[in-house]
């Protein structure tokens, strides 16, 4: 037990100086046009405290937070798509030393809940990347900026599973009335480690201190059910940053929902299997297939199922999505698809998806 908690303690002085609180404020004018009360996220004072709202409209105020790590010397730093989402914002990343430095937004990912962000400096600790998966049982560390208040806070626990799907809800309700965006993350990695708001963007590292994951979500109402993103995921977009100064993506452009035994029973399907394209019944005014998209050009219309991606059959175990990002945006791709049980082929090229 003494060894294990000395090791702790080691692993959490190797990594801490790598971590960073994100500050995400706007001016004045804009935190008026907000919904005020419902886009402060809750976190940021202590309960019972109001927030005082400056007199001089150029003065910024707080409207959220977050953490991230860096990961280049020169001041690359990996955080959360959601922490940073909003364009309006300002975003200042305090670094271990308490040096405040204003942060750049190079890419968010448009798929992946994922963000790159830059600020001016030099020689910064870095964080070490993990190169072997992660098992469940595994022991973890998350450390982050619980609440917006609590830097450097630090907890322990368990990998609880692999490759979860989650819907998790993006930005929205700003100024323009635009509502929340769902995405859907899959491949994701439950824990059992106290993960709290603020913590989003931060690192999960194992027993060696090499970080394994980005603390990305947490089910409210739950006991201990959080969800990171693999960090794989961030690598890839690391490479695209460098390859292309940005992250690429494929797209194709439709909606739907895999099939399994219990969808095909309850609505009379031809087959359990494959995508059966339809629209987001919870967005209103939201379509199947999106116009002049992959699939769109392609002949796919709503309630046809897709069966297989160049020749491979799609099912719950080899999802459409996760087929698509295997591939290239430009690669051409054949489908194979059943419209009224009657079974087609078409192709179409991918194209790169825009955040």
Known sequence: MISEEKQTIEVVKKVTPSVVNIVVSKALPKVKEMAFGQMLSPGLLPHGEEMPLPQDPNEKVKVGGGSGFIVDPSGIILTNKHVVIDPDADYVVTTFDEQEHPAKVLTRDPINDVAILKIEAQDLPVVKFASNAVEPGQTVIAIGNALGLFSNTVSKGIISGLSRKISAAMGGGGPDGAAPTTEELRGVIQTDVAINQGNSGGPLINMAGEVVGINTAVIFGAQNIGFAIPIEWAKNDLQDLIKFGRIVRPYIGLRY?????????????????????????????????????????????????????????????????????LLNAGDEIELTFLRKSKAHKAKTVLQERKS
Do not use: C
Not at 266 to 281: E, I, N, S, T
Not at 289 to 318: C, F, Q, R, Y
């Open 257 to 325: 929902v895999m099939l399994n035994k219990e969808i095909k029973k309850r609505y009379a399907l031809p087959v359990d299997y494959g995508a059966l394209v339809l629209k987001d019944a919870h967005f209103p005014g939201n379509h199947a297939v999106v116009k002049d998209s992959p699939a769109d050009k392609a002949g796919i219309k709503e309630n046809d199922i897709i069966t297989e991606l160049n020749g491979e059959k799609l099912d719950e175990k080899n999802d459409l999505s996760d087929k698509i990002q």
